[in-house]
């Protein structure tokens, strides 16, 4: 069976820094692309980030580039988001999803339970 | 990236049909993915390229795809298919925007 587990998540202050993980079991992870999805309180589904099985090759939505950066240990089933200069709207729960292919398909099956991150002074 | 057009909400009665749409420029170029959320949940896929669906999802779910809309159909629609329904797609610069989500209530 597939699992995804994220942590990291807490409160964190305005303008600091955090790392997610995502912890896989259940599928060869080296295998498949795998993406960050957010979702703030109340709001809708907000797509963040992708990397390949490789993690040669990354992706970005525009409104976190340059603050986020996705990475991947394929030793270790661990899937990374560090998050830089936190705001107040980043303040969400942060899905890892499992995509269907090595490079990314943008099909997200399964997802985990998600991380709650919250920024606030 | 693009903009995907979900309608806010959707209501309708038990063993009814509900239909939800999602508007996209980029539609007629690449596949749209259906996304269930119940409250307090992670979403779950319930349709993948446009039609398809994946395994353990009941038969009243699916989906077809016109042009630049595609459309998410439930069938007899039970209480327990009460949830928000996200479409998800890509583009050509590798984002995967999703839709402003639909809520469906069933009545």
């Known amino acids: 069976e597939v699992q995804l587990l994220e942590s990291g998540g807490g409160l964190i202050q305005p303008g600091g820094s955090l790392r997610l993980s995502c912890a896989a079991s259940?599928?060869?992870?080296?295998?498949?692309?795998m993406s960050w999805v957010r979702q703030a309180p109340g709001k809708g589904l907000e797509w963040v980030s992708a990397?390949?099985?490789?993690?040669?090759?990354?992706y970005y939505a525009d409104s976190v580039k340059g603050r986020f950066t996705i990475s991947r240990d394929n030793s270790k089933n661990t899937l990374y988001l560090q998050i830089n200069s936190l705001r107040a709207e980043d303040t969400a729960v942060y899905y890892c999803?499992?995509?269907?292919?090595?490079?990314?398909?943008?099909?997200?099956?399964?997802w985990g339970q998600g991380t709650l991150v919250t920024v606030s002074s | 990236s693009y903009e995907l057009t979900q309608p806010p909400s959707v209501s309708v009665s038990p063993g009814q049909t509900a239909r939800i749409t999602c508007s996209g420029d980029?539609?007629?170029?690449?596949?749209a993915y259906w996304y269930q959320q119940k409250p307090g949940q992670a979403p779950v896929l319930v349709i993948y390229?446009?039609?398809e669906r994946p395994s353990g999802i009941p038969e009243r779910f699916s989906g077809a795809s016109s042009g630049t809309t595609v459309t998410l159909t439930i069938s007899g629609v039970q209480a327990e298919d009460e949830a928000d329904y996200y479409c998800?797609?890509?583009?050509?610069?590798?984002?995967?925007?999703f839709g402003g989500g639909t809520k469906l209530t069933v009545l």
């Open positions: 998800q797609s890509t583009d050509s610069s590798g984002t995967c925007p």
């Open positions: 259940g599928f060869t992870f080296s295998s498949y692309a």
């Open positions: 999803a499992k995509d269907v292919d090595i490079t990314l398909e943008g099909c997200f099956d399964p």
């Open positions: 390229k446009d039609s």
């Open positions: 990397i390949s099985g490789s993690g040669g090759s990354t």
């Open positions: 980029a539609l007629p170029k690449q596949y």
